[in-house]
Nanobody
Framework: QVQLVESGGGLVQPGGSLRLSCAAS????????MGWYRQAPGKQRELVAT???????NYADSVKGRFTISRDNAKNTVYLQMNSLKPEDTAVYYC????????????WGQGTQVTVSS
């Protein structure tokens, strides 16, 4: 059974940093595009950052220059380093694994809460 388990969320003051991790029990992890999405109360889930199997990275405009996505294929883990956090970054952050092609697959983690507040 595929599992994506996020960790690293919490409460942080504005301007602070957090590092999210997502450990995937997923065969063929390296061929998946891994991503982070977030959902704030009353809002739709939105893309934060994705990293393809080839290393191509995409960021939402709102986090460019502040967040960094990375992955360790040997550990089946994807990370999101979040710096200069703002109150508007408050949301539940979800890990996503996506595979396209003949046998497409899409998986979600259960989410981790990030709260930015003084």
């Amino acid at each position: 059974q595929v599992q994506l388990v996020e960790s690293g969320g919490g409460l942080v003051q504005p301007g602070g940093s957090l590092r999210l991790s997502c450990a995937a029990s997923l065969s063929g992890f390296s061929i998946y595009t891994m991503g982070w999405y977030r959902q704030a109360p009353g809002k739709q889930r939105e893309l934060v950052a994705t990293m393809s199997s080839g290393g191509s990275i995409n960021y939402a405009d709102s986090v460019k220059g502040r967040f960094t996505i990375s992955r360790d294929n040997a550990k089946n883990t994807v990370y999101l380093q979040m710096n200069s956090l703002k109150p508007e970054d408050t949301a539940v952050y979800y890990c996503n694994a996506n595979r396209v092609g003949v046998l497409p697959r899409n998986y979600w983690g259960q989410g981790t809460q990030v709260t930015v507040s003084s």
